[in-house]
């Protein structure tokens, strides 16, 4: 119950796809009665990562906890006009199961069947395809150089990300959250505890616990709470096209390079993470058109060969937030805190993720524990033992 305008039981810092899903999950959840509060800084979302990245969602992962997030992630997708309607109003954020295809050289291939040997054992449906087998399923691709790929049979694709993180707001308001526009800068703390929230402009507001769902900026909020987290900002850009040529069945598909691309209404979207020596921290939002012409269409032109005649459109650049430790979130209770809850360095998976994260940091305030699906291997206690949960499937 609200005690006042400036104190709430729960502060959630973002209000994007993974706090509204924190919020909307905590405010569904019939053991917790307390009050809770969205900070948002830019209400309009224009450069959030939730409205800026290409949505997507798979199982094929090589670490067993993302797995079972995404299979979370896929059911929840699926009902999502049932569990997150309002007033009869069912959202629609159009989930397209196209379906990943991993491609691998003889280099990688040991790795793409030692994954998918995990996958299958999780329950996802993925297809180990030969060269024979990925020629004859896709017709529009040139086999030369692969010796195996994972294809999504079901469970994998794309889907509207605004639009989910629009059900989640709009659901957690209908629950009685309360958001409000402000552009959190630290937190307080007493000994164990966090006990306000100040804003830049210098108002502050009390809280019961606080969650960093601060994207880009939840280094910084850590950091005023004293801890540490290894999480940074990394830019990444978009790229649209046409292509005159129909490409039946096509799916997210992703080259032993990275590049990776999919289909995007009626063309596609591509993109590929820099080389690392120019992958520095970045706060603008700049396209870097060269990139497209010197690195990421050579590899699709040769790959696709429809692709070699298209015409280029909109491009964009958005941010992840980072974790330059290996590349996996950091949820959970800080080591040293007890009502300080991190949610950060989703690395590009944020969206995908945001279903079973924000249930089981909801589970985590109201019930002291996990329930649903155990997120501890993504504990922060990882980082302290110096013990990455590494993940190869990293695009």
């Known amino acids: 119950m609200t005690l006042s305008a400036d104190r709430f039981d729960v502060v959630v810092i973002g209000g994007a796809a993974m706090g ?40 094929q ?47 990688g291939r040991s790795i793409l069947a030692e994954n998918h040997r995990l996958q299958r054992a999780e329950g996802a449906d993925i297809l180990l395809l030969e060269p024979d087998d990925l020629k004859h399923r896709f017709p529009w691709l040139n086999v030369e150089g692969l010796a195996a790929g994972g294809f999504g049979r079901s469970g994998e694709g794309w889907f509207d990300g605004y639009g989910l993180m629009q059900a989640f707001r709009r659901k957690a308001r209908a629950l009685g959250v309360v958001y409000r526009r402000g552009r959190a800068v630290s937190v307080e703390r007493e000994g164990q505890r966090v006990t306000a929230v100040m804003l830049d402009d210098g108002s502050r507001i009390s809280a019961g616990a606080v969650v960093n769902c601060a994207g880009t900026g939840g280094t910084a909020i850590a ?73 990421i269409w050579p590899v699709l032109a040769a790959r696709v060969p429809a692709f070699e005649t298209i015409r280029p459109g909109r491009a964009w650049a958005g ?51 996990y329930l649903t699906l155990d997120l501890s291997p993504l504990g922060y206690g990882r980082i302290e033992r110096n013990a990455p949960l590494l993940e190869r499937n990293v695009v």
């Open 20 to 59: 509204s899903s924190v919020a909307y999950h905590l405010a569904a959840d019939p053991s917790f009665a307390g009050s809770i509060l969205v900070l948002e800084q830019d209400p309009t979302y224009q450069r959030s990562a939730s409205a800026l990245s290409a949505a997507s969602i798979r199982q």
């Open 61 to 107: 992962f090589s670490t067993a906890i993302n797995i079972r997030i995404s299979l979370y992630g896929i059911a929840f997708l699926r009902a999502i006009g049932e569990t997150l309607a309002v007033d009869g109003e069912r959202p629609d954020i159009g989930l397209r199961e196209g379906g990943y295809l991993f491609l691998a050289s003889e280099a």
């Open 223 to 295: 950091k005023s709470a004293g801890v540490d987290i290894p999480v940074r900002v990394r830019k990444r850009a978009i790229f649209s096209f046409d292509c005159p040529h129909r490409l039946p069945g096509f799916p997210l598909v992703i080259d032993p390079s990275g590049v990776y691309c999919r289909p995007e209404g009626q063309g596609f979207i591509c993109g590929s993470a820099p080389p690392a020596e120019r992958d520095a921290d970045s706060d603008d939002f700049d396209v870097d058109y060269a990139f497209f012409e010197e690195t």
């Open 319 to 369: 941010h992840y937030d980072m974790n330059v430790f290996d590349h996996n979130a950091i949820l959970g209770v800080a080591t040293g805190t007890e009502n300080f809850y991190l949610c950060n360095g989703f690395s590009g998976h944020g969206l995908q993720q945001a279903p079973a994260v924000g249930r089981g940091l909801a589970e985590l305030i109201a019930h002291g524990r």
